[in-house]
């Protein structure tokens, strides 16, 4: 039998936009006194815009090059991926055939287009071989960057913006009001990652993390003495919500998080999970 405070919580939960996938969850979740919340797709919209397309390598137009893009993102899921592919479509382009698409988690997609290898990837990976980006990309600390490799040569990059959710920062200043410290863990650059933690009045900002650092740094929190919960809707945070002490998924975001994932968020309103952590607070003081 379902012990009656499960059933209660659990019913209580459903109406304030929660699914709850492990019982156990509910009772934990009064007592995390840290939070890690991925950036895209979970604090943020995840629905990106492309603000610039610009060339680096004179081979290739505009147009060719969110073509080729586009044609990659096609293959993707991530949230960079559909902005791309939507001003693609917006701009009516003819996409050309790929093959030996693969995604590098945390860090882009590969495949093969006419012969030549084409990658997407993190302004990290770049970092990583030793290419410097161009002076122009790194300009605006709210546009995240996507850099194009062709043959191992920075052929161009794509600029996207996304919107921070209405309610993220009503979410931080409540967690923090709980006691709990706030964090940010994401794979964008460190400007977009400091420009949203400014925003916010984030605790501590990791930028530039791939998914076995996000786990790191829950296990880190953890070894602090701190029950930490992670919110994420990627399969790249799917291994850091595994570790936390409360695993929290977006209910927009992948299915991989949410089947990790101890609570789902089904309206993916940050405010729902303050609204567990107070409630579960007040909750027990009555039942206790
Ligand atoms: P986040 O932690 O913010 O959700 P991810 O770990 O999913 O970010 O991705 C990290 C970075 O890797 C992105 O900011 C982007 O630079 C790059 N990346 C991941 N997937 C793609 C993709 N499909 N196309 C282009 N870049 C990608
Ligand atoms: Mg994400």
Redesign the pocket.
């Known amino acids: 039998a379902i012990p009656l405070v499960v059933a209660i919580s659990t019913a209580i939960s459903a109406q304030r936009g929660l699914l709850i996938r492990n019982r156990t969850a509910f009772e934990e979740a009064r007592k995390i006194t840290a939070m890690v919340f991925?950036?895209?797709?979970t604090l943020t919209e995840g629905e990106f815009g492309v603000t610039r397309v610009q060339i680096v390598a004179p081979t290739l137009d505009e147009t060719g090059l969110l073509r080729i893009v586009a044609a990659l993102?096609q293959q993707?899921q991530?949230p960079?991926?559909q902005g791309i592919v939507r001003e693609a479509k917006k701009r009516q382009l003819d996409l050309p055939g790929i093959t030996n698409f693969q995604?590098i988690t945390?860090?882009?997609?590969s495949a093969t287009v006419d012969g030549q290898t084409v990658l997407?990837?993190?302004?990290g990976y770049l970092k990583e071989k030793g290419i410097s980006q161009p002076a122009d990309a790194k300009s605006n600390g709210a546009e995240?960057v996507?850099f194009v490799l062709i043959d191992d040569a920075l052929a161009g990059y794509v600029a996207l913006a996304d919107k921070i959710r209405a309610d993220s920062k009503e979410a931080v200043q409540r967690l923090q009001q709980a006691g709990i410290d706030v964090y940010m863990?994401?794979?964008?650059n460190q400007q977009v990652a400091d420009a949203v933690a400014k925003e916010l009045g984030l605790n501590g900002v990791y930028a530039e993390v791939l998914?076995d650092q996000k786990v790191a740094i829950v296990k880190d929190l953890q070894q602090q003495g701190k029950f930490v919960a992670m919110t994420g809707d990627?399969v790249?945070?799917a291994p850091a919500l595994a570790q936390a002490n409360v695993g929290i998924a977006v209910g927009s975001g992948t299915d991989v998080a949410a089947e990790t994932a101890d609570i789902i968020l089904v309206n993916s309103k940050p405010t729902d999970i303050t609204n567990l952590v107070e409630f579960g607070r007040a909750t027990y003081r009555k039942m206790i």
């Open positions: 991925d950036k895209t797709g993102e993707s991530h960079i991926a995604s945390g860090k882009g997609i997407v990837v993190s302004p995240t996507v863990a994401t794979g964008d998914p990627g790249n945070d």
